[in-house]
């Protein structure tokens, strides 16, 4: 007896609609490795209705007052909240995610940092108008860029789709917003709910693969693309982008640096470091995956983190006692696998390095010490729940250490000498640094980092101008 896939649809100025071409893929939940729905293989012709619809709407939408893009925000927060389980459930299904820690962890932030753009649509702040010339006065007007196309990556589905959308809706544009092709599902729940709220038009999602986010960042229509991925797409965003000169949101990889000195509180780091590192199974930018330890104390935290990591628990959604579910897909399993597989000899697995299960996609919380600068798994992204540790002298030799990767995202610094921490937050070239903690975000602060990990800023009134443009308008006093 075979299972009825459930169908999605994309949601195209208003109404939930089949690619055009009746094109299907099915989405698979990673936590059982079987497949639960369809969504549709968008082409060209479902790229170029969104775009006509969302074009459409913006006229007016740009029009709106401040206070009105405000309801709309705080509505559609409302309405999430009011619909959190099944969020939550639509979530899991997509990712494997745990339940309980889903709407915990994820599902009231994103209603905050909806209410947060819903407060800061009427908090744009420019340069007062004024006299610059004899005779004249200058006004700077701050206007929405018009239509966005984003995309949105699978690690955090729903979450990232808050911090494509929600800024630039406050800020009056219109967005045609593309979910990873591993997890449409609860976008496609967040377009029914916005439904309600939100003009037609001004909200749509279309459905597909890779080929399909080309095409959106390629068509003439936005003014914008916003992506959050691999650097490899960031790249082929910009190349594309720059066609037509359109702005470009870049989101990108991460390879955090964690400097661990030796008058840490050690107990508190090993605890913190092994919950940053593994949750949701290492697949966040900015986990705490490249541990930086002063020698003096490398051994004993490497014995400690060998025995968190042991006592780290993944499985089913469903499970209260697992930190983190399933890696997204085969090919992110086969990756993270390969990174354990291609070790140096002169690298040690102190915990894990090896798939948990034959049932959907787990990796074991892994620990990897002996590595040395230049080794592959120091230099490139993991995105899986390994956690490396090198050791370090000095000051100076932690610094190198940190900042010689192509990845500027996130970093922290652990220590109880307050000069020695505003020094390594000045010097560590990456776009957050946390001290003493690792991984907390709030929608008042910016994310985004330097180099290869992208630019522009979420979340914040950064990450909300953002998705503005500036305009000059001179008057003459004589009428």
């Not at 339940?99 to 649509?121: C, K, Y």
Request: aromatic share 8%; with cysteine; hydrophobic share 40%.
């Amino acid at each position: 007896m075979t299972t009825e896939l459930r169908r999605l649809r994309n949601y195209i100025g208003g109404e939930f609609k089949d690619a055009a071409d009746g094109r299907t893929t099915e989405v698979v939940n990673p936590a059982t490795g079987e497949a639960y729905a369809t969504a549709p293989l968008s082409g060209q012709a479902d790229v170029d209705a969104a775009m006509a619809a969302a074009a459409a709407a913006f006229p007016a939408w740009r029009d709106t007052t401040p206070s009105e893009r405000q309801k709309a925000l705080l509505k559609i927060a409302d309405a999430f909240e009011a619909r959190a389980d099944e969020l939550v459930a639509a979530e899991s299904e997509n990712t494997g995610k745990p339940l309980g820690l889903t709407a915990s962890e994820e599902l009231p932030p994103m209603v905050d940092q909806i209410r947060f753009f819903a407060g800061a649509a009427r908090l744009l702040e420019g340069r007062s108008a004024g006299e610059y010339m004899d005779g004249m006065t200058s006004i700077v007007r701050r206007e929405p860029v018009g239509v966005c196309a984003q995309v949105a990556p699978w690690n955090y589905p729903m979450m990232m789709a808050v911090w494509k959308f929600a800024p630039a809706i406050a800020a009056g544009n219109t967005v045609v917003l593309k979910p990873s092709d591993t997890t449409p599902a609860s976008t496609v729940l967040m377009a029914e709910i916005i439904d309600s709220v939100l003009p037609k038009g001004v909200f749509n999602v279309v459905c597909g693969d890779r080929e399909t986010g080309r095409a959106m960042v390629e068509h003439s229509t936005p003014a914008m693309a916003s992506i959050t991925g691999s650097v490899r797409a960031g790249m082929q965003v910009a190349e594309s982008a720059s066609k037509d000169v359109k702005r470009v949101h870049l989101e990108l990889g991460g390879k955090a640096p964690v400097v661990v000195f030796e008058d840490a509180d050690l107990a508190k780091a090993v605890e913190d470091i092994a919950v940053a590192g593994y949750f949701n199974a290492g697949q966040d930018c900015t986990a705490a995956t490249r541990v930086l330890v002063h020698e003096s104390i490398h051994d004993e935290f490497v014995a400690a983190l060998a025995k968190a990591a042991a006592d780290t628990k993944t499985g089913q959604p469903d499970d209260e006692d697992v930190l983190y579910g399933p890696l997204n897909n085969p090919n992110q399993l086969k990756q993270v696998a390969g990174f354990i597989e291609r070790l140096p000899a002169h690298a040690k697995v102190e915990a894990g390095g090896h798939r948990v299960g034959e049932k959907g996609y787990f990796y074991a919380p892994t620990v990897v010490s002996g590595l040395k600068q230049d080794d592959e798994i120091i230099q490139n992204e993991v995105f899986g729940p390994v956690i490396t540790v090198q050791s370090f002298t000095d000051e100076s030799q932690a610094l190198e250490y940190a900042n010689g990767v192509e990845f500027a995202l996130a970093s922290s610094v652990w220590t109880k000498d307050h000069g020695r921490a505003m020094r390594m937050s000045k010097n560590l070239d990456f776009g957050c640094v946390w001290i003493n903690t690792h991984i907390p975000l709030v929608a008042e602060m910016p994310h985004g980092g330097f180099k290869k990990s992208g630019y522009g800023k979420d979340l914040s009134a950064y990450g909300f101008e953002d998705y503005t443009r500036i305009k000059h308008v001179m008057t003459s006093l004589d009428g």
